[in-house]
Nanobody, 129 residues
């Protein structure tokens, strides 16, 4: 079952680091894309990073060079390592998945909410001194 489950959020000081985890059963999927989104209070949900089955990863400009999206070898857990955090990174972080049942490979779609079928409940990240 693909349903993502996030963990790892918390309170961190500016300049600090956090690692978020996303558990999703992807071993049976022919092709898939996993993405991290975040939503700050009063703002729209925005894409942060995505990763396809071959490990091709894309980052939003706002996090490029600071965040790293990785996956374990069993392809059951994904991680978002977040470094040099700023208050602007505060928000609820969501892991989302899109599964392509009819293709051995399909690249990730644009990081917009309506492109992803499965969503986790989110984990809160707060960057504050």
């Amino acid at each position: 079952h693909v349903q993502p489950v996030e963990s790892g959020g918390g309170l961190v000081q500016p300049g600090g680091s956090l690692r978020l985890s996303c558990a999703a059963s992807l071993y049976a999927a022919r092709s898939y894309c996993i993405a991290w989104f975040r939503q700050a209070p009063g703002k729209e949900r925005e894409g942060v990073a995505n990763r396809d089955k071959y490990g091709n990863t894309f980052y939003a400009d706002s996090v490029k060079g600071r965040f790293t999206f990785s996956q374990d070898s069993a392809k059951s857990a994904l991680y978002l390592q977040m470094n040099s955090l700023t208050p602007e990174d505060t928000g609820m972080y969501y892991c989302a998945a899109k599964v392509f049942a009819d293709y051995d490979y399909f690249p990730c779609p644009a990081m917009v909410v309506n492109q992803f079928n499965y969503w986790g409940q989110g984990t809160q990240v707060t960057v504050s001194s």
